[in-house]
Nanobody, 125 residues
Framework: EVQLVESGGGLVQPGGSLRLSCAAS????????MSWVRQAPGKGLEWVSG???????TYADSVKGRFTISRHNAKNTLYLQMNSLKPEDTAVYHC???????????????????WGQGTQVTVSS
């Protein structure tokens, strides 16, 4: 069965950094595009960043220049390096598996068929 397990969240001061990890199992990880999607308190899902099987990455405007997505296929692990964190980055961060193997539409959250439980990131002084 497909499993996605996030880790690495926590409390950090504005301007600080965190690295999130997503351990994947139950599918051929290297074949699928993956994304990070977050949900802030009282808000809906917001797509943050994605990376496809060719390791082409893309980012929401709100995090460009601050966040870096990467993957280590041999470890079946997805990462999100978050720098220069802001209070508005506070959210539960989920990793998600894209549901197809052909055309990739990274920002469409409805195209992701499996989701991790999420890890809490709180940015506060």
């Amino acid at each position: 069965e497909v499993q996605l397990v996030e880790s690495g969240g926590g409390l950090v001061q504005p301007g600080g950094s965190l690295r999130l990890s997503c351990a994947a199992s139950g599918f051929t990880f290297s074949n699928y595009a993956m994304s990070w999607v977050r949900q802030a308190p009282g808000k809906g899902l917001e797509w943050v960043s994605g990376i496809n099987s060719g390791e082409i990455s893309t980012y929401a405007d709100s995090v460009k220049g601050r966040f870096t997505i990467s993957r280590h296929n041999a470890k079946n692990t997805l990462y999100l390096q978050m720098n220069s964190l802001k209070p508005e980055d506070t959210a539960v961060y989920h990793c998600a598996k894209y549901g197809g193997l052909s055309t990739w539409y990274p920002t469409n959250v409805y195209e992701y068929d499996y989701w991790g439980q999420g890890t809490q990131v709180t940015v506060s002084s």
